[in-house]
């Protein structure tokens, strides 16, 4: 079986990220599925040709592991890493430098009933953490780092939410959330130096944040697990329509 990748655009669109989940495969008594996961992180140039290596063969506390979600914020020197623990079922979200140096941001633990984003803004100055409850409207929190060195900026505690809602940031001041049980459906903005308020803006098609798969310059990438390589194609996933989510 070939390994399985998640490839994005820096947000400035200048290289490529790219977590590449390998596996082993057992056969034996007629088991046939894959083991020993763990992955690979690596910087392709924008031609999709391998540039270099930030590190191999991961697993975290020796948990089998595989990448759920990553972001390029080359212009802040970082790339933020979400990553799914097998053996524990937990999930962990990591700073990794450009130079491979990797800073734990948080821990899920399977635990407790929390389902958590991470999404850093569109310059990468501040990350935005939204802790939600597991079921489907619950309470939530969310709290803006700085990017840097990793303090709290600010904090919007016990808001009743849902960690279904479409998350987004307009800008590096403007974290929207699409409040889609509603109809129609309502748009809530807050930031680091923003307190959560209702907009009367449209919630339609805006960027997650600056790094995806799609780049409106460049088109749109993907890893081909089978050739191990990366690749482009004209199919435009990067923008979510927000209104029919």
């Known amino acids: 079986?070939?390994?399985?990748?998640?490839?994005?655009?820096?947000?400035d669109g200048s290289e490529i990220?790219?977590?590449i989940n390998q596996y082993d495969y057992d056969g034996r008594f007629l088991m046939n599925h894959p083991v020993n996961e763990r992955?690979?992180?690596?910087?392709?140039?924008?031609?999709?040709?391998y540039n270099r290596s930030l590190f191999t063969n991961r697993q975290i506390?020796?948990?089998?592991?595989?990448?759920e979600s990553i972001y390029f914020m080359k212009s802040r020197g970082y790339i933020l890493l979400e990553t799914l623990m097998y053996n524990s079922g937990g999930r962990r979200f990591d700073k990794v430098s450009l130079d491979g140096k990797i800073t734990p941001l948080y821990h899920v633990d399977i635990n407790v009933n929390e389902i958590v984003k991470m999404?850093?803004?569109p310059k990468g100055s501040f990350i935005a953490r939204v802790i939600?409850?597991?079921e489907l409207y619950s309470r939530c929190r969310i709290t803006f780092l700085d990017s840097s060195g990793l303090s709290e900026v600010a904090t919007v505690n016990e808001f009743t939410g849902n960690s279904n809602w479409p998350m987004r940031w307009q800008s590096d001041s403007i974290f929207s959330l699409i409040e889609n049980s509603t109809y129609p459906k309502t748009l809530k903005i807050v930031g680091p130096a923003l307190?959560?308020?209702?907009?009367?803006?449209?919630?339609?098609?805006?960027?997650v944040t600056s790094s995806s798969a799609w780049n409106p310059e460049k088109g749109y990438i993907a890893f081909k697990g089978n050739t191990e390589s990366i690749v482009f194609t004209d199919t435009v996933p990067g923008y979510l329509d927000a209104c029919s989510e």
């Open 61 to 67: 506390d020796g948990f089998t592991s595989s990448v």
């Open 1 to 11: 079986m070939s390994p399985t990748g998640l490839a994005v655009w820096a947000d």
């Open 17 to 19: 990220a790219c977590a």
């Open 132 to 134: 939600c409850g597991g």
């Open 39 to 49: 992955y690979d992180l690596a910087l392709y140039s924008v031609d999709g040709s």
């Open 119 to 121: 999404i850093p803004s």
């Open 195 to 207: 307190e959560m308020q209702t907009s009367d803006a449209t919630p339609c098609r805006f960027p």
